[in-house]
C-alpha cells in the first residue's frame, strides 16, 4: 500500500539549534517526493522537491533533503531554526504516469524557542 | 499571478444548509484538486479535475457532496445538506503537468467552514 509517514508529530527545537525531519514512505513506482509548510491559518507553500538527478536537493528558506532509496527515507533538515520557522511540515509522495494524487503524511508541527 | 483564490475564507452555517464553496486556479494550470483538512484525518484529498473533467473523486466521502468545474477558470465544492463533521478547512490547488515529472501543487488559503 502506498502511504506516508511522519513519526514525529510535535517537535521543539531552539532557535539557532539543527532541525531534521524524517519522512518514510511506501510506494510501488518510482517516487516524487515533496516537503510543504504550512504557518498557522495559511495554505500549504513548496519548499522543495525531489524527481529525478541529486539525492540532495535544496529548497526555500534555507531547508534540504535527501532522499534515499535503501531507507524509503526523504528527511527534510536545516542547519539553524529561526524562530519564524514554527509551521506545520508536510511530506508527500507521487510517482509518474497519469495519476496526479500526492499521498500525504499527517505532518509534523515545529515549535521554536527564542 | 495571484495564485488561487478561495472564497469565502470563512464560512459559519447551520446544519442542514447547503454551502458553496469556489475557487480561481491558477491561469494555465490544467490540474485542480479539493483538500479538506482536520486535526483527526488530517490532509485528505476529496477530488481532482484535469482540464476541467474529474478524474478521480473516491474521496469525496458520500452524496452530500458535489464538485463541478465550469470552465478552467473557476470551481465549486458544494455540501447539501451539511453536518457538523463537516466542520474543517477546505482547500484548492492547482497544477499543471511537467514534462519531466513532480508537478507542484500550488494551495489556495483555504476555507474554514463551521457547520452548527
Known amino acids: 500500500a502506498q502511504s506516508v509517514t511522519q513519526p514525529d508529530i510535535h517537535i521543539t527545537v531552539s532557535e539557532g539549534a539543527s532541525l531534521e525531519l524524517r519522512c518514510n514512505y511506501s510506494y510501488g513506482a518510482t517516487p516524487y517526493l515533496f516537503w510543504y509548510v504550512q504557518s498557522p491559518g495559511q495554505g500549504l507553500q513548496l519548499l522543495l522537491k525531489?524527481?529525478?538527478?541529486d539525492t540532495l536537493v535544496q529548497g526555500i528558506k534555507g531547508f534540504e533533503a535527501e532522499f534515499k532509496r535503501s531507507q524509503s527515507s526523504f528527511n527534510l533538515r536545516k542547519p539553524s531554526v529561526h524562530w519564524s520557522d514554527a509551521a506545520e511540515y508536510f511530506c508527500a509522495v507521487g510517482g509518474p504516469g497519469n495519476n496526479r494524487k500526492l499521498i500525504w503524511g499527517l505532518g509534523t508541527s515545529l515549535a521554536v524557542n527564542p | 499571478d495571484a495564485g488561487v483564490i478561495q472564497s469565502p475564507r470563512h464560512e459559519v452555517t447551520e446544519m442542514g444548509q447547503e454551502v458553496t464553496l469556489r475557487c480561481k486556479p491558477i491561469s494555465g494550470h490544467d490540474y485542480l484538486f479539493w483538500y479538506r483538512q482536520t486535526m483527526m484525518r488530517g490532509l485528505e484529498l476529496l477530488i481532482y479535475f484535469n482540464n476541467n473533467v474529474p478524474i478521480d473523486d473516491s474521496g469525496m466521502p458520500e452524496d452530500r457532496f458535489s464538485a463541478k468545474m465550469p470552465n478552467a477558470s473557476f470551481s465549486t465544492l458544494k455540501i447539501q445538506p451539511s453536518e457538523p463533521r463537516d466542520s474543517a478547512v477546505y482547500f484548492c490547488?492547482?497544477?499543471?503537468?511537467?514534462?519531466?515529472?513532480?508537478?507542484?501543487?500550488?494551495f489556495g488559503p483555504g476555507t474554514r467552514l463551521t457547520v452548527l
Open positions: 525531489y524527481f529525478s538527478g
Open positions: 490547488a492547482s497544477s499543471t503537468r511537467l514534462a519531466t515529472g513532480g508537478d507542484t501543487q500550488y
